[in-house]
């Protein structure tokens, strides 16, 4: 399969408890984006990545929110001190380039559900 | 504000039968997405168009954006269950040279086909 992968699918933790996710993307692809949906809604843009890059942030990305992309293949994305807030899908996309190569492809998510 | 509006929220059909699902921008767009999901998955890519009173097609389902590029609508021909799922329109509104192209997301349309 050489589509966009996450893992894990689903993590069920505590609140006030740390979680990483893991995003592999395609592999010519440089360019990386994380997004969150909630239910009913559709996905909101939070952080995106050119290569090893970090080049924008939503102001959704509270400071307990990190990610990383330290060789500009997989990324992480770690949220600390969880809230029940923080409930969502949170999924990963990919893409080669700009303009017209900028299909973006999305991963299978990762559901998180805070307790 | 949503930036973006789909109608309608959701749509249920006898299996065979033509659906439009639309979008709508109060600002004019630089690329509008089409992605279908399916519960708790990820989005699945179906069409790009970026040119004012561009159309695509692949397989049933077909997709035009018109020459003002702020609506977009998605039509699907003698529909059959397997086109069940959420549909979702992503948009980019802003475009420079290396800049992220983020997309921002419709609430999506909920299509249901009975068979």
């Known amino acids: 399969d050489t589509g966009v992968s996450q893992d894990p699918r689903h993590k069920i933790t505590k609140r006030g408890q740390n979680v990483t996710f893991r995003c592999d993307p395609i592999?010519?692809?440089?360019?990386l984006y994380w997004y969150r949906q909630t239910l009913g809604q559709g996905p909101e843009f939070l952080t995106y990545?050119?290569?090893?890059?970090?080049l924008e942030k939503s102001r959704l990305l509270s400071d307990r929110f990190s990610a990383e992309r330290p060789k500009g293949s997989f990324s992480t994305l770690e949220i600390q001190r969880t809230e029940q807030g923080d409930s969502a899908m949170y999924l990963c996309?990919?893409?080669?380039?700009w303009g017209t190569g900028n299909e973006q492809f999305f991963g299978p998510g990762t559901r998180l559900t805070v307790l | 504000s949503q930036e973006l509006e789909q109608s309608p929220q959701s749509l249920i059909v006898q299996e065979g039968k033509n659906l439009t699902i639309n979008c709508t921008s109060s600002?004019?767009?630089?690329?509008l997405y089409w992605y279908k999901q399916k519960y708790g998955e990820g989005l699945i890519f179906l069409m790009m168009?970026?040119?004012?009173?561009e159309e695509k097609s692949h397989e049933k389902i077909t997709a035009k954006l018109d020459e003002k590029k702020q609506q977009s609508s998605l039509h699907i021909t003698a529909s059959q269950p397997s086109h069940a799922g959420i549909y979702l329109c992503?948009?980019?509104?802003?475009?420079?040279?290396?800049?992220?192209?983020?997309?921002?997301f419709g609430k999506g349309t909920k299509l249901t086909v009975n068979p």
């Open positions: 996309a990919s893409s080669l380039g």
């Open positions: 168009l970026q040119k004012g009173g």
């Open positions: 600002k004019t767009l630089y690329g």
């Open positions: 992503g948009a980019v509104f802003l475009y420079t040279q290396g800049g992220s192209e983020k997309l921002v």
């Open positions: 990545f050119q290569n090893e890059a970090q």
């Open positions: 592999s010519e692809h440089n360019r």
